[in-house]
Every structure is written in C-alpha cells, then in structure tokens.
C-alpha cells in the first residue's frame, strides 16, 4: 500500500483518499475540495455507489462547477460500472464515493487506472480556486451498468448460459453485477470479490487457492499464446519473470506510480477483475490446467508501526535468498512490508523477520 501523505482531513495512498479516523467531513469541506480539484482536470465524472453519500457527491460537484469545469453525475452506481463509462464520457478524472464509516474517494485518470501518487499528492495538498463567475455543467448522466454488461457480453462469441462457479461478495451491487454472467451456485470453483469489486481470489476443488496474483498471471499467459506482449506492474509478483526463463511469455514491466503507456491501458484485465474472470472460466477445464502449470507464488503483507519512518528505504525492494520484500510507506508511523515468495510458509517467515530487522533499526 504505498502511502502518500495526510492533510487536515484526508489520509491518501493508492489512487484514493479517506477521512482521517475522528474526522468529519460534511458538505461544506465537500465544496471546498472541489475548488481545489477543479485547478488539476477539465472535465470530470463523479459517482457514488449509494445514497448515503448524495450530500457528499453533489457538495463536490457544487464546488468543481463553481470554477466553470463540467461533470457528469452518476448516482447510485458500482465502480466497475463507473469505471468503464469514464472513456465513454471523455472525463479525463473519474472519482468515485464510497464507503460508511469513513468517506473514501477513489481517483481515476481518462485511462481508468488510478491517478499516479505524485498527482494525488498535488491535490491533496493544494489550494482551491476562486470562484471564476462561470459555472461549468452538472449533467446526470445513467449508469453504464447495462452498457458495461453488454460491452463484457460481446467480448467472447460462446454467449448462452451462466457459467457454473459461485460467488461470494459483500458488496451487494457489485455481486449482483458478477451474477450476470456466473451462476453463484457451484461449490468446486468460487469466486471472492472485495475493494468494490477492484480485487478477486478464487478457490478450486481442483487447484486449490487462487490468488489475484495467480488469476492475473494465469490471463497473461492465456494473452501470450496470440503472441502478444503482456504489460504487468513493477512491483508484481517475481515468479512471474520466472515463467518467462522457460516459456515464451513476454513480459514487461511498467512503474505504478507514473502515468500509464498507451499499450498498457489496451490490456483490459488490469482494470476489470469480472472481464477477466469471465474469460478465464468460460473453458473450465483450460483454466484449471493453465493454473496448475503456473509456477508457485505467494505473497504476504504486514502493517506495522515505527518510531523512526524517516529512516525507512521507502520504495527498495529487497532481494533475499527466501524471496523478495517490498517497502512501502502506509501511514504517518506505519509502513507496510509485503514479501514475495514461493509458499505462504516462506512468505510468512520473510515478512516477519524483515519486520524485526526494520524495527530494530536493520
């Protein structure tokens, strides 16, 4: 989780920010914080994925229109939906509210993947504009969900019946969305889906667990056999350079934290765990034996909290003989170590002996 700071109500990190625990942010602070937005994109889409948060969608769209910027409204929607009709409008910033307890923003650039840190940093701690005697448009705008099912519907030609696997989702919108196209009643392959839907595990009778990582390495070699290049994140799993030695998977990497190459945003499978779960269990038994060849990877990451952030190698990945550890800020006395390894066992015990090494000073 790579942590990028804190300002008088935010905590930011990952493409999004959340309220500060104890802090409130209401309607007012809302419009604020549109102003401050408005300096850093022309044209915007904002969503919120339930009723709760209508004060907080419509106070945020006040304050950008009140700097003569236009946005699209789209009430009560899911983030995959959301997500994919961001090109659809042109909005080169999609932002997206959710959460109870503590309001999350989530922040997308024209290519749907998340705002790089350094921007979100930039937001975060600017000045809002003044008003500029303007006003920009607030347009309601429908929501892309039957667009978004149709669009994942024509991407594979064997159409017909719902693919047997269950689901299991606490996000009742977004389940839904996955019952589309799965029929949530087959016990030897289950789907997980939390952030929103932004993130997938699976488990298998056959195959056992299947990690996010693992479904994502098990599409890029289904995407390789067309001979393509496959792009995947930096900071992504090593085994998957390993693949490569002994394969003719082409891997490349591209850095999480800059704006996105063009032949990166194509690959739609990093931006929508369902059309990539969709293509990968439509052919069960292909599936299945795809991931059983793929070499073993796990990874294990851990909070913990420091006296001494500042000393920290933020960023550093750390080559071990057990695997590899992964530094990141999380917090303002918090970082997170996420290891990479060849067995949860491995990784487990990497993380943890990096986590006594860094809080007693290496």
Known sequence: M??????????????????????TV????SAVFGRTIAGFFRRFSIGCDCFRNMHILYALCSGIAECGRDIYVCENTDL???????????????????????????????????????????????????????????????SFREIYINNLADTFSDTGSSIQA??????????????????????????QISDDGQRVNAYSTEAGFISHEKLILAFAVKLSATGQAVYLPENFHYSADILTENSTLQIKRFPVDKPVPPEV?????????LYMCVHLARNKPDFIRSVKSLPALASVRREIFIENPEEIPYGKTIEDSAGRIIISRSGRNR?????????NETASEL?????RKLMHNL
């Open 166 to 191: 269950g689901i299991s989702c606490g996000n009742r919108s977004v389940k839904s969305l996955w019952y589309e196209f799965f029929s949530g009643e087959d016990e030897n392959l289950v789907f």
């Open 265 to 273: 945003i194509s690959q739609r499978f990093l931006t929508d765990p």
């Open 80 to 142: 995959p939906s959301f997500r994919f009709g961001l090109s659809l409008l042109s909005a080169d910033c999609g932002i997206f509210i959710s959460g109870n307890e503590r309001l999350k923003m989530s922040f997308f650039g024209a290519d749907g993947f998340p705002v790089p840190s350094g921007v979100l940093t930039e937001i975060m701690n600017a000045k809002p504009l003044k008003n500029t005697g303007k006003c920009g448009k607030i347009m309601p705008c429908t």
């Open 26 to 29: 209401g309607s007012a602070e």
């Open 351 to 355: 993380c943890s002996d990096w986590c």
């Open 335 to 343: 970082i997170t170590l996420l290891a990479q390894a060849n067995s």
């Open 2 to 23: 790579s942590y990028s700071g804190e300002n008088k109500y935010f905590s930011f990190r990952d493409g999004f920010c959340e309220t500060l625990s104890g802090v």
